[in-house]
């Protein structure tokens, strides 16, 4: 039996319904609160938001399954062919308020074409605002263990992948640590069957609370001051150029008329910016900024 | 005689001087910091930044002259016929610390090429955080007054151009108040002659430091609590939304490798995204959002 996009849908619900309780027991203060939402054009999304916990300063994780007619603008930046499309996904970023504790992202994303056509697309990323080398490999080798599970190239083209997209040009920086990204994969350019290639996606969605409340807990209780506060603050800011200027989901909401509070939300509750600051010398705001570069090797 | 590019540059070298002098005098309390820079394929400029003052929590006033051969880029984004470009201009955007006052915006710039075409562009723009309409209607009046001196249009022309210019299309909302927007005017188009459109750059230059004064000076001393300080940032992260995403002369900077702090020197010390903020009804927050509209007639 083929795999449907009702299946498919009802999984990403799944998924979103587990990383929410997951969250909130981590958390162990704050709830998620849900917006219902419709597409006029077809289908529609449910945005969760959480604020103010114990861990999490602001986070998001929602779930959307819209279709409808293929406009104009799709048909030039997405190059479809075909009249329909429907495009169904879970995307979430948290913002913690310790500035010890990393933004994590993670979006898995299904597409499907009227005419047949499909393709999977996703990633996992984290943005410490203070990176630690052991707990960046950690990321990279729980990313890599999963990847593996799959396809013996995944982890190294995918890891590739992120350091390419999860970059600032502008900055000349990565947006953090990177992590995994990928997109139009399809049975015929992996190999995998369509099904292996769903599962891969709900892989990542189960993994993604494990991942996040391993990071929060090594680092939960860890005090801070003002001048901590303030990196983070600048380090969210750059988390807000890479999001408005560069991140093709966002740009995309923004230019089609998406729900733009949900599109939003990966936005901090503070971002700050301070005229050419630049870290002291051996600082640990300056070792930071040095593992803030393309291609290096966690593991 | 004819104009001179020198004549233009050294002229708004003094007009930046000027500015910043006025803006400290009306702080009282914070100095600009100078940073002078240079461009690898010809010119630079002086990045003059306040921050910490008495009224200005973060501002900046720049001045660039910038020339040399026409990327590939700059003939498909600025349409250049031609094969090396002069840009010279003063801009300046001015976030203060106390919410009831406004950020405000202006530029002036002179582009010409090697082939003889030249034009002039610029604006004034405010964004209060809490719109008074008595100080917009005052701020719209004093920026027809020197239109008014130039042409009988200018004024009408140029603040439909700024109200369609300055806008959120994501938010369907204005940037704030508006003003005035212009770009490419030679003596063709405006039937004044060269020395005039200088002059009426030169006019907007000087009168800059005193519109702004005078809207600092009604509301300067005026309380404010926790509650207008979260207002103030969330109106400047919707500057920030603008200034990444649509502005232009940022979004070509970001492009083009300009000299990153100067572009984003515009950006707040803080700014704030909160999920689907929405002011009470009948509130000051609610009333200022009512004023964000297209082709309001503040005159």
Known sequence: MELTKTEIIEAFKDTQDHICKSLEELDGKSKFKEDLWERSEGGGGRTRVISDGDVLEKGGVNFSAVHGPVSDLMKKQLKLEGESF???GVSIVLHP???????????????EMDNGAYWFGGGIDMTPHYVEENLAKSFHGDLKKVCDEYKNDFYSKFKKWADDYFFIPHRNETRGVGGIFYDHLTAENTGLSKEELFQFALDLGKMFPKLYSFQVNQNRNKNFDEKNIQWRNIRRGRYVEFNLVYDRGTQFGLKTGGRIESILMSLPE??????NFVPKAGSIEAKTTSFLVKDKKWI
Do not use: D
Not at 97 to 111: A, E, G, S, T, V
């Open 97 to 111: 308020h310790n500035p010890f504790l990393p933004i994590m992202h993670m979006n898995i994303r299904y597409f």
């Open 86 to 88: 429907l495009a169904t």
């Open 270 to 275: 503070n971002a700050s910016w301070v005229y």
